[in-house]
Each structure stands twice: as C-alpha cells, then as structure tokens.
C-alpha cells in the first residue's frame, strides 16, 4: 500500500512539472517587459517604452521583476533558511551535550542533521550569495537589470517550492510522514532502503533548487556577457563579477549532473529501477556521480564569498587589490581544477590505487590557487591604512578562519591521512570552517557593507561588534574542537558518543551558542535598522572617495540620493545620517 502511495506521489509531482514547463512555455518574450520606475530595468524591444510606478502591498513583491527586488527576495529567503538551520544545530548541540541520549532518539537526530546540511548548502548558502548577485553585480557592471528579468523572477519563486518539499515533512510527522535521514549526501542503500517519504520530499525539493540555480547561472553569464556598460570592459570587471561569472559555469556542469542523480534516485525508490543497487550500477556508482557535483559545489559556494571579500576588504585598507590579475587567474584556475579531485571524498571505498593517486595530486594542486588569493588578501593589508569597520572585521575573520579550514583540507587531500581521518569529526570541523567561518562571515561582510545602498539607512554598529567576536569566539571554540575529536577518533554523525570525549563535545555545544546568540543579535539589529536606523544622506557612507575607492553601486546610490532630494524626499531630521560612519 505504501509504495501505491509512492508511485501515486511521484506521478502527481511529476504531472505538477509538466504543467509548470507549460505554463512558462507560453510566456512568448522573455526579455520583453515594461520597464520600473526605480530604474530597475530596461525594456530591450522597441515597443516597450513606458513606465509604470510599480504595484503596491503584496502584489509587489509577487509580480515584482526587479532585480533589487529580487535580489532582497532572495535574501529574506536566505534568512528564513538560516533561522531553521540554527535552530536544528541547536536542537543537535544541545543533545550532544551529553554522551547519551537526553532530549531526542536518535532517528530524530538523523533528521534534524539531514535537514541541516541540506538547508545550509541549498537554501541558505547558494541562494544568499544570488541575492548579492542579483542585487549589486547588474549595479557594479553598469547594467539596467539581469538580461531575463522574468526567468530571475521564475528562479527564485522555484525555492519556495523547494524548502517547502524538504521541510514539510517535519509538519507532517502527526500523520505519518517521517522526515528524510539520510544525511545530506543521501548514500545508497541507506537512501533506497528508507520507506520515509520524506526521502521523495527531500529529493524533489532538491530538485526544484537545481533548476533554479541553474537558471539562476544563465541569467548571470548572459548579464555580464550582454549587459556590461560601455566604460566596463572584460579588463575593468570587477572580481565579485569574475568570480559570479566562474560559479555560474560551474552551476551549468554540475547541477545538471545532480538533477540526474535526483532523478535515478527517485526511480530507484518507486518504479524499482536498478541505477544504484547491487544489480544495476552499484552503489559507488552513485557517490562517483555525486561527488562530480558535490566538489564543485563547495567552489560554486565558495568563489562568490572570496570575490565579496577581494572587493570590499581592499575599500577599508585604503588601496588597491594587489595582484588583481593573478586573483582572477586563481579563480578561474580553482573553477577548472574543481572537476579534477572529485575522487579525494572516495579514497576509503576501496577504488584503484592508480586513482586515488592521480586524485591526490589534483586535491593538493588545487590549494595553491587558493593560497594564491590568501596572499594577494594579506599583502593588500600589509601597507594599507587600515579602518576596523565592522566588514572590514569580518573580512578579516574570513582570511583567518580561511587559511584554518585550508590548512585541515590539505592533510585530507593526503591518501595515508585521510584513511585515518574520514570518517571523524575532523572532516566536519575542517568543512564547517570553510562553510561557516568563511563563507558566512563573507556574506555577514557583505550584508553590513551593503546594508546602506539596500536600506537607506545605518545598522548599529555596537551590536556589529557583538555579533562579529560572538561569532569569531564562537567558530573557533566550536569547529577546533571538532578537528581535536576527530584527532580522537570520535566517529561523525553519531547522537551518543563515549564518555572520554564529553569535554570537547560540550566545548563545542558552548562555541556554538556563541554563534547562535551572535546570529540573534545580527537579526535584531539589522530589522531594527532597517525599521528605525539614522537615514544615509551621504552618497559615500563609508568615504571611499577619500581613497578614490568608490565603485559603480556607489555612484548609483549617490545618484539615487540626489535624484530624491531633487523630488523632495526630504528625511527626518532626527535621523538623518550626514556624515560617513556607522551608527554607534
């Protein structure tokens, strides 16, 4: 009767598909529509020459093809995803605190730890760096909007759908439907054997996010391809738009290969296919196809928040990036070698020798392109004059954590090492240090030092300060005592450990409730910002021009201020920012 249930499941949502491909097939132009009144887009047919102020309320941001607009879609998106995933490592570390089992059992656990990892890397991670791509590249790059303003909106409206397919199933749970516990990787046979249909949730809302992020990576080629101004030449591209440019094509070779994993998977679990079982492909089958695009993807998560930090840290060291070519080169170098070392996840599964070696190799060349960068960041601040703003801090906490969490990777890539290590906690603090104490504080960097051009108005920046030490405290405390678990030979993803590993473990429970009371206070503090802080009535809030460091967003917000001063807007005097700074 279930696996009626399973197969009824798979048709009705596949039936859902096709009914969306037919409805977006009879949208006759994609890059013809009316252009907004903010200035968010250009109408790139000849017919399409008027302007409308846009709706208001809800209807707004339902119908909205604004990339700003989008781009803040995206964010809230991001943030909702980030809020779940704390809470479950929460609910995680506080079980972890004891060496048995106190709050939940340990299927619960397995949940709550699938749902983790997948929300951090496919609803929070790739979907907060396209709210920066899509709000602030068209602006650095000159461009009125993306080049296909309707499928920006149709990319995004697709993650919905998605995180609701993967987190329905813990709503669900009163009537019968157990959440996936897989694991974020989704191993066979433990992923075909689970009768949980939250498995096919989880898979089909992983799905849906490979759509979106694929196109997603067309839209971006096809803007900074198309869509540069004339004065932005491939010489004057900025590197966060380099580094967009290399992750988009990354996207286009890899998630395709994850949406077809998907797919077998799906097929494997109710039509009784034999892609992955010991009959058909066997199981190292699918973690060789998985890991084609589970390497990849960490460079497709990664590159963007190295490009964020080459561009802002270089605005409070007072120069330049040094070496700017060779940091696009390195980034295009990491974008071909990231298909090479697939392998280097596989080393423990008993394949050719021959191989394995060849992988090695790959794996350790492709830490030099990211020392390359590390360099590049360090010598931009050696004879820089320095200015401790609050993205500058954590700019300067992403090179530290970054250059921990590389260091950890190198010894991975090591055949001999690896063998010992793989299977402990020090593979999960090596990559919750690329993952949290780089790419996060890269973004957290991002949100303050654009906190102004999106809002009009300055964050706090006392309680800045708090969340950057709460969360550098916090990410050091929490993921070095996982590398000294895994140093211990505790074993990863387990809910009840030995008592000899109590120590370090609560340590780790402490540090991340650090970062959880840090994550706290950025939320109050950019709400409350964003509902009550001082207006910016500089167009260089963070004096740029001091140091001839102001870059096309910039002059567009100047622009904008201008613009809205000339019509009147005029602020409240009680909070009007006129000078460049943070708010204390």
């Not at 790059?141 to 296909?148: K, S, T, Y």
């Not at 120069?319 to 596989?346: C, D, E, N, P, Q």
């Not at 050719?352 to 020392?371: G, Y």
């Not at 993803?493 to 540090?511: F, I, K, S, W």
């Amino acid at each position: 009767m279930q696996v009626d249930g399973q197969i009824a499941l798979t048709v009705l949502m596949g039936l859902l598909l096709l009914i969306v491909a037919g409805w977006i097939a009879r949208i006759e132009d994609w890059r013809s529509y009316t252009p907004l009144a903010s200035g968010g887009g250009r109408a790139v047919d000849d017919s399409a020459h008027g302007t409308h102020e846009k709706p208001g309320g809800l209807i707004r941001w339902l119908t909205t093809v604004d990339h700003k607009d989008i781009g803040i879609l995206y964010a809230i998106f991001g943030t909702f995803a980030l809020v779940w995933g704390g809470v479950t490592v929460a609910l995680m570390r506080t079980e972890l605190f004891s060496p048995t089992t106190v709050l939940m059992d340990p299927t619960t656990y397995n949940a709550l730890m699938t749902s983790h990892g997948i929300t951090m890397l496919f609803l929070f991670g790739t979907p907060m760096i396209a709210a920066f791509g899509n709000y602030v590249l068209p602006l650095l790059i000159g461009a009125d909007d993306m080049a296909f303003p309707r499928i920006n909106a149709i990319a995004f409206w697709l993650l919905p759908v998605a995180g609701s397919l993967i987190w329905a199933p813990f709503l669900l749970m009163a009537v019968g439907i157990e959440p996936a516990q897989t694991g974020w990787t989704m191993y066979p046979p433990l992923s075909l054997d689970q009768s949980a249909l939250g498995v096919d949730f989880m898979l089909l809302g992983l799905h849906l996010s490979g759509i979106s992020a694929t196109l997603g990576a067309i839209n971006f080629i096809a803007t900074i391809f198309t869509e540069r101004a004339p004065d932005v030449g491939w010489e004057r591209l900025d590197i966060f738009s380099w580094t967009m440019l290399t992750q988009s094509g990354l996207i286009l070779f890899a998630f395709p290969l994850l949406g077809s994993v998907l797919l077998m998977l799906l097929l494997d679990r109710n039509l009784g296919t034999t892609f992955f079982t010991t009959e058909g492909g066997g199981y190292i089958l699918y973690q060789h196809l998985f890991w084609f695009f589970g390497h990849p993807e960490v460079y497709i998560l990664v590159l963007p928040p190295m490009g964020l930090v080459s561009l802002i840290l270089p605005r409070f060291a007072g120069r330049k990036l040094f070496g700017f070519k060779f940091v696009v080169y390195s980034t295009l170098a990491i974008g071909v070698l990231s298909f090479g070392v697939w392998a280097h996840h596989m080393f423990t599964t008993g394949i050719d020798p021959r191989i394995r070696s060849a992988f090695m190799a790959v794996s350790l060349a492709i830490a030099v392109p990211s020392a390359v960068k590390v360099f590049n960041w360090i010598t931009t601040l050696w004879s820089g004059r320095l200015r401790l703003t609050v993205p500058m801090l954590f700019c300067l906490g992403f090179v530290s954590n970054f250059i921990i969490g590389g260091v950890t990777g190198v010894f991975l890539a090591s055949i001999p090492v690896d063998a010992v290590l793989h299977a402990t906690y020090y593979v999960v603090g090596h990559f919750h240090y690329i993952v949290m104490g780089a790419i996060g504080f890269a973004l957290f960097a991002a949100v303050y030092y654009w906190f102004p051009l999106m809002t009009g108005r300055m964050y706090q920046r006392s309680l800045g300060l708090i969340h950057f030490w709460l969360s550098f405290i916090g990410t050091n405390v929490t993921f070095f005592a996982m590398i000294l678990l895994g140093y211990g030979g505790m074993p990863r993803r387990y809910a009840e450990y030995l008592p000899q590993y109590a120590t370090l473990h609560q340590a780790t429970t402490v540090g991340a409730f650090l970062i959880f009371i840090g994550g706290v206070v950025f939320l109050w503090n950019i709400i409350q910002s964003w509902l009550e802080g001082p207006r910016v009535e500089s167009g260089d809030p963070w004096n740029l021009k001091e140091d001839g460091m102001v870059s096309h967003e910039w002059a567009w917000f100047e622009h904008q201020l201008e613009t809205r001063l000339a019509d009147g807007g005029e602020p409240d005097d009680d909070t009007a920012m006129t000078d460049g700074g943070e708010r204390e």
